[in-house]
């Protein structure tokens, strides 16, 4: 009877230790953030592709939306500080109210509410961003740890698949703009009205998805929720994260690759839409355009993300999607004009899908390159890709309407080419001085030559 007894004792302790065993699988909370920016910015994207286009007098849409990139920079430089104290998972739900709040005042535009909602929005938004990227990161790497896989290609894969959904969303959300517009040349208010409250019913539902992701183990986290701290303690902090990733020479090398994601994202919103798609398609071209840049971006996202292992498959994949934004740049630059047929409506969707291949590329290969390179401080290192990218952004806006198209396509050119010097000379410089394993260490250490081969693995970047 004893013997029966201490073993339904410890029937339930190797069921527990066989539990404890099990490693958590982080491919759910990745496929649920996807799907809730997926929601939140098919509304927001194609609410920003049309502020230009409907909130015309005075240039309030304009205006709205270099304001709005301007507060974006500005909050990223103190992004990272806020999501270390709220968490990355808290953090992504507060940034989802900003997105809510910017649709909502498109039902009322005026100066009163597009311009405190896109001050507000450049807050949130740069806390979303910061938290979006430290969060998949964390996952990732908590995902590689307990599966024992490449940390590389994890971040890789994890940043490809998040990529990808968020691109679908110029897809998907043009689509339901021309589903919803189609028989209004003209923009009425009423049409508007019923699109953008659409828009906010899929943005509830988005913050609402966003409630179910796990809340991460992040050691940052812990402490800074244990530790009694002050807020002299947090601008110390502040500085110290900035001045040690601007001291960083790999930061200093990525840079210009930060700032010219933004700068061709703020040229296809402002510039290709306007001075390309629009003479040669119509206003009611523009849906259209952008969806099929927002296909080609989805599927160079999950493409690229795919075949992420490091380093150098980083700066060849990147250098490629620069070749195809390049094409276009001096396709207009050099030989391009409007023509009618069925060439003219052909060129501005090829130009797209170039565009797009290029974005797609940009948006996973910079998560992940941060991802791999400051894993120690995610928070800081996404907060600076926000602030040279938001910039960029708020420059074109502001700029645009001043400088001829010429100019700023040469402005891309330059652009493109300084950045593609940057990661290349990086790439180098992290292969000369990544560490080596001679055999003769191997054969000192002991390790056979399947573990010396898993080791050298483990070094690369």
């Not at 069925?342 to 090829?350: A, C, E, H, K, R």
Request: hydrophobic share 50%; net charge negative.
């Amino acid at each position: 009877m004893e013997s029966v007894d201490s073993r339904d004792e410890e029937a339930p302790l190797v069921a527990d230790s066989l539990q404890v065993l099990t490693p958590k699988n982080y491919t759910r909370d990745v496929h649920i953030l996807s799907c809730s920016f997926l929601l939140i910015f098919l509304a927001y994207g194609a609410a920003q592709n049309l502020e230009t286009t409907v909130n015309t007098e005075g240039n309030l849409g304009t205006i709205s939306l270099g304001i709005l990139y301007t507060s974006f920079t500005c909050f990223s430089l103190v992004a990272s500080l806020v999501v270390r104290v709220l968490g990355s998972k808290n953090a992504l739900i507060l940034g989802t109210t900003g997105y809510w709040l910017f649709v909502a005042a498109n039902l009322f535009p005026s100066w009163y509410t597009m311009v405190p909602a896109s001050l507000y929005l450049g807050f949130a938004a740069s806390i979303i961003w910061v938290g979006e990227g430290t969060y998949l990161t964390s996952a990732a790497l908590s995902h590689a740890s307990n599966h024992k896989l490449h940390e590389g290609t994890v971040i890789g894969s994890f940043n490809g698949e998040f990529w990808g959904m968020f691109a679908s969303h110029q897809f998907v959300g043009n689509l339901i703009t021309l589903a919803v517009l189609k028989d209004d040349k003209g923009g009425s208010t009423s049409s508007t009205t019923l699109l953008f409250i659409v828009f906010l019913g899929v943005i509830t539902l988005g913050t609402i998805l966003m409630c179910f992701l796990c809340r991460e183990e992040d050691k940052g986290e812990k402490e800074t929720a244990d530790a009694s701290v002050n807020f002299y303690s947090y601008l110390v902090s502040l500085s110290k994260s900035i001045t040690t990733l601007l001291a960083d020479v790999r930061m200093l090398l990525i840079i210009p690759l930060f700032a010219y994601s933004g700068l061709q994202q703020a040229f296809v919103w402002a510039e290709f839409t306007k001075e390309i798609v629009t003479p040669a398609l119509g206003v009611s071209g523009v849906g259209g355009a952008m969806a099929v840049y927002g296909a080609f971006d989805a599927i160079c996202s999950l493409a690229a993300g795919r075949l992420t292992t490091g380093l150098p498959s980083i700066t060849f994949i990147v250098s490629g999607g620069a070749i195809a934004q390049v094409v276009v740049f001096l396709w207009i630059l050099i030989n391009y004009s409007v023509t009618s047929g069925v060439l003219g409506t052909l060129y501005p969707l090829i130009m797209a899908a170039l565009l797009g291949i290029g974005d797609g590329v940009l948006n996973t290969q910079l998560s992940a390159l941060l991802g791999i390179l400051f894993k120690h401080d995610t928070e800081g290192a996404f907060a600076q890709l926000k602030v040279w990218q938001c910039a960029s952004i708020a420059v074109v806006f502001f700029i645009g309407p001043y400088i001829s198209l010429q100019a700023m396509l040469i402005v891309m050119v330059v652009g493109i080419c300084v950045a593609l010097v940057g990661i290349l000379f990086l790439t180098i410089q992290a292969s000369n001085s990544s560490p080596r394993i001679s055999l003769r260490f191997q054969l000192k250490s002991g390790w056979t030559a399947p573990e010396f081969l898993f080791r050298i693995r483990k070094t690369e970047y």
